[in-house]
């Protein structure tokens, strides 16, 4: 996979558009008020949510390079609500931008981030991970969905 479309780089690429987005193309405003700072909340949420996985990830000694080798498979804690927090938390953040922002406009990126990683980063992992861990990975897939 090319760097520039790393998930963590993804996703600051689409905060980015989403603000451009917000100023020169904001379309409707759909979200105002003190609905807006709800937004906030999920930010913040969603980027504990994926801070606190990648530390796991870290602690546990596995591999948090979403393009390099799987090295521990990791499917405890919120691992057992979600086969990708990380990306999960991404996606809330963004989610919460938007609220934050108002504007129809500035949801295409998020779209656009959640089609990307679930079309072709998770897809991507999941291949691997199948490759790495076998049955042990594919009854996980069974009993654990791919969002929540």
Request: hydrophobic residues 55%; positive net charge.
């Given at each position: 996979?090319?760097?520039m ?28 008020g ?60 963004l ?29 991507y ?24």
């Open positions: 996979m090319v760097v479309f790393l998930p963590p780089i993804l996703f600051f690429e689409a905060l980015m558009a989403m603000v451009i987005i917000h100023k020169f193309w904001p379309l409707a405003k759909w979200v105002s003190p609905y807006r700072w709800v937004g906030l909340a999920l930010i913040m949420i969603g980027l504990v949510l994926t801070m606190g996985q990648a530390g796991r990830f870290r602690r546990h000694g596995a591999n948090v390079r979403s393009h390099k080798a799987p090295t521990r498979f990791i499917h405890d804690g919120v691992y057992k609500y979600s086969r990708n927090p990380m990306y999960l938390g991404f996606l809330l953040a989610l919460g931008a938007w609220l934050f922002l108002g504007s129809a406009g500035a949801l295409i990126p998020v779209v656009v981030f959640g089609l990307v990683m679930n079309f072709t980063w998770i897809t992992e999941e291949a691997y991970m199948r490759a790495t861990f076998g049955d042990e990975y594919r009854a996980y897939c069974q009993r654990v969905r791919r969002w929540v």
